[in-house]
Every structure is written in C-alpha cells, then in structure tokens.
C-alpha cells in the first residue's frame, strides 16, 4: 500500500473507531444476512466478539505501513480461523460486510478513493490469513 492509502484507512478508521459497538454490530448483521451459515462460526458472545475484531482492526490500520509487525498476527488469526471452521470462500462476503459498514458508519466520507483503500489492505491481509490456513 502506498501511503495515501495507508492515510485513507488510517482517517477513515479513527472516524468509525468512537463508535466501534455500532459499527461491529452493524458488520455482524449484515455479515450474517448476506451469509448466514457463517454466524455457525460464532458461538460466544456478539458484543465480545465485536470488541475483538474492533481492536484487531485499530491494529492492523496502526500498522499497515510496517506490515512485518503485523503479519505474524495476522497469520496467527488466520490459523485459528481455520481451526474454527473458515474457508477461503469466507473471505468474500466479509469483505462485502465490512465495506458495506464503513459505507454505512462514514457516509459521505467513503470515498471511492477510500473505499479502493481499504479493499487493498483487506486484501492483503486476508491473503496473508488465508496463507496460514493453508499451511
């Protein structure tokens, strides 16, 4: 990614980041509404689970331009994803639900420039989950 993505995510996360509860329950509904065997996956606590991928977002977008930092973590995530039952073809309607839910939270402020942004970060993170499922 080059830094004016890096920028992009980074603004648009720190946005959405003060309402991290809604934002996490409006990904999960619209996750679990565009695929709904997924919410199988998910047997704990929505509002606990929903603090976990807030916090593993703000982490990710804190370190997109030093990837080396985060990508064991990353490939760690992957790796149990795949213990929990995920599969690669998982990967699309999350992306769909995630950008569905920045669309959402930001409004006006998802750009097509921002929205370009965070496909490219979702996609090499995912790519590098996916990678750790595989081994």
């Known amino acids: 990614m080059d830094a004016q993505q890096i920028a992009l995510v980074r603004a648009s996360f720190a946005q959405v980041a003060p309402m991290s509860r809604q934002a996490a329950s409006l990904f999960y509904d619209r996750l679990f509404e565009i695929a709904p065997p997924l919410q199988g996956l998910f047997r704990g606590d929505m509002t606990a689970q929903g603090a976990k991928l807030m916090a593993m977002l703000g982490t990710a ?75």
Request: hydrophobic fraction near 55%; glycine fraction near 6%; avoid cysteine.
């Open 61 to 135: 977008v804190a370190n997109l331009d030093r990837l080396d930092t985060i990508v064991p973590a990353v490939r760690a995530l992957g790796a149990r994803h795949a213990g929990y039952g995920v599969t690669p073809a998982d990967y699309a309607p999350v992306a769909e639900a995630l950008l569905w839910t920045l669309a959402h939270a930001l409004g006006e402020a998802f750009t097509a420039e921002t929205r370009a942004a965070w496909v490219e970060a979702y996609t090499i993170l995912a790519g590098q989950m996916q990678e750790a499922e595989a081994a």
